[in-house]
């Protein structure tokens, strides 16, 4: 794949971690949507490692 692909998935891999990170910082976090983030996250690791 591309190296435009890999950068693309690198961004949405950080802008999860943000969302993650800002809902962990809320004074009641929303755990199910922590885990679905941290889910989506580890599917884009993998698939960055895949890629390149």
Known sequence: MSTSHL???????????????????RPAPDTGLVALLKKRKLKLKEEMLAVG
């Open 7 to 25: 950068s693309t998935l690198k961004s949405r891999h950080a802008d999860l971690d943000a969302k993650i990170a800002n809902e962990e910082r």
